[in-house]
């Protein structure tokens, strides 16, 4: 079977699961991972999918900022590439990378460094906003000022504030444990070493705790600057390691080189 062929099957068995009305209104990739370690017989493949409609949004913005598009990736997978060149791991080390964003939460397990499982939802850091809008009866965007810059008064106002921002985080952290539940009673995952957390809402008092203890593996924010350094007149220390969890993503898709896989 060539490619060509290849192609057509995986088209073919994408458009029964996937959530488009036809194969023709999305663009797609796959990468073959090799034989099924429990069935030798069926093969692994990542195959990822986009609507046209949302890749040709992001290709006219960067053409209208006067650049040209070369490769486009997915945030899960833009993670991988950032942690593969920023953290040692062994063969068989599984690892558990999070991206917190404004709209989606990124899941992507690794075993040496390549991914085993991916997943995405859609609670993130607009709807730790938006039940922080509802409780005080506020516009989204005036509560999403008051997320990041808290409400303003005492010292002790302030600090119950940010306290209370993981009670408004518990179903995005819910949903990671499920998620990470799913993934060890399908897949294995009594091996687990650590999860790494990036994007805005990685930086919610307590939520490196709390994962920690909800998954029995201890959890960190990841650190995209861990082995590549920065212009220190640009961006000095302090806003290097405020930045590096809304970083991760970003750093990731610029190492990526054309022909990466």
Not at 100 to 126: C, K, P, Q, Y
């Amino acid at each position: 079977m060539d490619e060509t062929e290849l192609r057509e099957l995986i088209k073919d068995e994408a458009g029964k699961y996937l959530p488009f009305d036809s194969m023709e209104a999305v663009s797609y990739d796959f990468q073959i991972l090799g034989e099924n370690e429990f069935n030798p017989n069926q093969m692994d493949v990542i195959i990822v999918a986009a609507k046209n409609e949302v890749v040709n949004s992001y290709a006219d913005a960067i053409q209208q900022a006067g650049y040209s598009p070369v490769i486009m990736d997915v945030d899960s997978f833009a993670l991988e590439t950032m942690y593969e060149e920023n953290y040692d791991f062994e063969d068989n080390e599984m690892v558990v990378l999070v991206n917190i964003g404004a709209s989606i939460t990124n899941i992507n397990v690794l075993r040496g460094g390549s991914s085993v499982f991916t997943r995405d939802f859609m609670l993130a850091g607009n709807s730790i906003t938006e039940a922080i809008g509802q409780k005080m009866g506020i516009a989204f965007e005036e509560a999403e000022r008051i997320k990041v810059e808290g409400p303003g008064g005492n010292e002790a106002a302030e600090k119950e504030f940010r306290e209370s921002l993981l009670y408004y985080a518990d179903p995005i952290c819910s949903e990671i444990e499920r998620s990470v539940d799913y993934f060890r009673s399908t897949y294995g995952g009594e091996f687990l070493k650590r999860i790494l957390l990036s994007g805005g809402s990685a930086r919610i008092p307590g939520i490196v705790s709390d994962l920690t203890h909800r998954l029995g593996v201890e959890a960190e924010i990841a650190n995209p600057f861990r082995k590549i350094g920065c212009d220190a007149k640009a961006l000095n220390q302090a806003p290097a390691e405020e930045i590096a969890p809304i970083a991760a993503v970003g750093i990731g898709l610029a190492l990526r080189k054309v022909g990466d896989k």
